[in-house]
Each structure stands twice: as structure tokens, then as C-alpha cells.
């Protein structure tokens, strides 16, 4: 009598899947979007969109796919995604006025059901910088540069992006300062404090103020009534 034998190896895969969220990717309204860790900030009175990306894998039955989920309208994503294929990404719009998501979580499902999320969020930033200031000289001077002294405050949601110093000139005789120009830009932006403006010229006025950009693009201008007249006569 013949015989024969057939093996089976029946494998059980019980363990979950590993998950994070690796990083976020603006793909319209870079300005008004700043990523930090696993938080994406965004400016709601300006429409932007970003894809979320998630990196997640299985050593045992291999990966099924990845839950993506919902928003609220007016948030383009009003229902949960499943994408299947690595690397893992799911691309969020919105229009003006769109209110924040908040705490959310992905979800990477394996081959044979396993489980495993992970969390990011995305937070609502309106507010503008407080706190900043800039100061200079009030009066007359026959110096051939400006100190200028400025701060450019706080932001508690986004943070601090950027700030730019900007200047107004006027003529002046006879102890008068003439009608004020129209603000410039005042060399480059971030400049530390204090900043040395050696572009002043007699015969003339100046007024400084500075402008502070946080990491969405809401801004603020901080001002000073102070007048530089110069006179190097």
C-alpha cells in the first residue's frame, strides 16, 4: 500500500501592526501651514490643503491598509479612506472658515485584522503676534546710523515666524519733518537686536516700524511715534 504524507504549516499572526505619523505635506497654501512633530497648524481664513503621511508595516501577515479619517465640512474629507498601498497618505482641504479637526487617528489594519493607531492633530491658528515692540532715538541726532531696539513678541499657537523692520522717510528743514513716504522693507527679514540702520542721510526724518509674520501667516505691526531727525550739518 502507497502512502503518502502532505505538511501544513498554519502560521497565527496575533501581533499588530506597527504605525506613526510620519510628517505632514503641504500641497496648496504652504503660508498659511506650519507642521510641527505630529500637529499641523493652519491659518482658517485662508483655503489650503495638506496630505498626511503615514508610515506603518507588518512583519507577520503583511499589511491590509490604512484607515484614514473624517472631518467636518467645511473640510473637503467628510468620510473615513482606506488606502492600501505604502507609503500611506491621505490629502485634507479646506475652504475659509474652516473649523479644526482637532485630536484625530489613523488606523493600520494587517492581513489578518490586527490593529494598531496613532494620533495627530491639527490645530486652528487666527491669532495675531503680541507682545513685539521697537524703539529708536526720538529727536535729532548728527550720528551717520540708527540703533533701533525691537522684540518681536509671542505666539502661542503657531509660534513666531518671521519679522521684517520697515521705514518711512521724510524731508527736513528748518526743525520740520515733511509729509512721511510710504513704509519699505528695511533690510533683511529676523534681524536680531538691535539692528543698526546706516543708511540715514541729513536733511532727512525717519519713523521705524515692525511688522511680525507667525508660522500661518497672521500678522501685526507694531509701531512707535518716535521721529529720528537728522542733521549732520
Known amino acids: 500500500t502507497n502512502t503518502s504524507s502532505i505538511t501544513r504549516t ?3 499572526d496575533n501581533i499588530a501592526p506597527t504605525v506613526s505619523v510620519s510628517g505632514f505635506t503641504p500641497t496648496s497654501g504652504a503660508a498659511y501651514l506650519y507642521a510641527s512633530g505630529t500637529t499641523m ?13 503615514v508610515t506603518a508595516s507588518d512583519a507577520y501577515s503583511g499589511m491590509a491598509y490604512v484607515t484614514f479619517p473624517a472631518f ?10 482606506n488606502d492600501s498601498s505604502s507609503p500611506y497618505s491621505r490629502n485634507y482641504s479646506y475652504t475659509a472658515g474652516a473649523p479644526a479637526p482637532t485630536l ?9 485584522g490586527n490593529q494598531a493607531t496613532a494620533n495627530f492633530t491639527v490645530t486652528s ?5 503680541v507682545g513685539g515692540s521697537i524703539s529708536y532715538l526720538n529727536g535729532n541726532t548728527k550720528l551717520t546710523s540708527a540703533s533701533i531696539t525691537l522684540s518681536s513678541g509671542t505666539d502661542t499657537i503657531s509660534g513666531i515666524g518671521s519679522w521684517q523692520i ?23 527679514a529676523s534681524q536680531t537686536s538691535p539692528y543698526n540702520d546706516a543708511s540715514i542721510a ?24 518716535n521721529q529720528l531727525k537728522v542733521d549732520q550739518g
Not at 497648524?41 to 503621511?53: K, L, R, T
Not at 491658528?125 to 503676534?129: L, T, Y
Not at 520697515?166 to 515733511?178: D, P, S
Not at 511688522?211 to 501667516?217: A, F
Open 10 to 12: 498554519i502560521g497565527i
Open 41 to 53: 497648524y493652519y491659518n482658517p481664513a485662508n483655503a489650503a490643503s495638506f496630505d498626511v503621511n
Open 72 to 81: 467636518t465640512a467645511p473640510w473637503g474629507q467628510t468620510t473615513t479612506a
Open 104 to 112: 484625530q487617528q489613523v488606523i493600520a489594519v494587517d492581513n489578518t
Open 125 to 129: 491658528d487666527s491669532g495675531k503676534p
Open 166 to 188: 520697515q521705514r518711512r522717510e521724510a524731508t527736513y528743514a528748518a526743525g520740520t519733518c515733511g509729509a512721511m513716504g510710504a513704509w519699505s522693507d528695511l533690510g533683511a
Open 202 to 225: 541729513s536733511g532727512k526724518c525717519y519713523e521705524y516700524q515692525l511688522v511680525v509674520t507667525d508660522h500661518v501667516g497672521n500678522t501685526e505691526t507694531f509701531t512707535n511715534a
